[in-house]
């Protein structure tokens, strides 16, 4: 059983386009985070989630917009693709505060031609 | 705002040896502090994390880390290193009163040679 489990694993898509990028987890965690990991795997926190509500938003563009249906599924959409948005995206989930880790799904690689 | 600062971009280690991989952290108190391990192509395993407690903290997969206040640091150490250890490693801090997230240092590759 995977955990924390996103979709799709790869994305080829041309610039201008809009593309989502799904993820839901089975841990019964409270909060999600997406996180963006550059190409010198530097790693940035975007947004974050507790129980659907959106509590931190960090400086990302508002082309960038995320949703929460439930408190097990964070999605991410992108509107108008750049190339500098090509990155490989995570999304994790904690238990409150995160205190005890977070617990990451496996990325998905975004490429913007 | 919390800081991590991972000094070293790679360190090469010949299997069998030893290995110490350093974290330096800036937090104004106590901070929650971890080391997660990223395989080619793979997400982020949770290695080890310190909150409160022993200052020696064990992890999985034979690691151990030692958080210093004096020293503002979180080492991470294995005495014997395998081919399969070979990966990136980040250190990461989140601070331990309310809502934060985990912020990253740049991380470390670790190379092993035979």
């Known amino acids: 059983d995977t955990a924390v489990s996103q979709t799709p694993k790869y994305l080829v898509t041309q610039m201008g386009n809009d593309k989502s990028i799904k993820c839901e987890q089975n841990?019964?965690?409270?909060?999600m985070y997406w996180y963006k990991q550059d190409s010198k795997k530097f790693l940035k926190i975007m947004f974050s989630?507790?129980?659907?509500?959106?509590?931190i938003n960090e400086t990302v563009p508002n082309r960038f917009s995320p949703k929460s249906p439930d408190k097990a599924h964070l999605n991410l959409h992108i509107n108008s693709l750049e190339l500098g948005d090509s990155a490989v995206y995570f999304c994790?989930?904690?238990?409150?505060?995160?205190?005890?880790?977070?617990?990451f799904g496996s990325g998905t690689r975004l490429t913007v031609v | 705002a919390q800081s991590v600062t991972q000094p070293d971009i790679h360190i090469t280690v010949s299997e069998g040896a030893s290995l110490e991989l350093r974290c330096n952290y800036s937090?104004?108190?106590?901070?929650?502090l971890f080391w997660y391990v990223q395989s080619p192509g793979q997400g982020l395993q949770l290695l080890l994390k310190?909150?409160?407690?022993?200052?020696l903290v064990q992890g999985i997969k034979g690691f151990e880390a030692e958080f210093k206040r004096s020293q503002s640091s979180f080492n991470l150490r294995k005495p014997s290193v395998h081919w399969s250890d070979a990966a990136e490693y980040f250190c990461?801090?989140?601070?331990?009163?309310?809502?934060?997230?985990?912020?990253f240092g740049k991380g470390t590759m670790l190379l092993v040679s035979p």
């Open positions: 994790a989930s904690s238990q409150g505060d995160g205190s005890y880790g977070y617990t």
């Open positions: 841990l019964g965690h409270d909060t």
């Open positions: 989630y507790n129980n659907k509500e959106l509590i």
């Open positions: 937090y104004g108190a106590t901070p929650y």
């Open positions: 310190y909150f409160s407690g022993d200052t």
């Open positions: 990461a801090v989140a601070t331990s009163r309310g809502y934060s997230t985990l912020t």
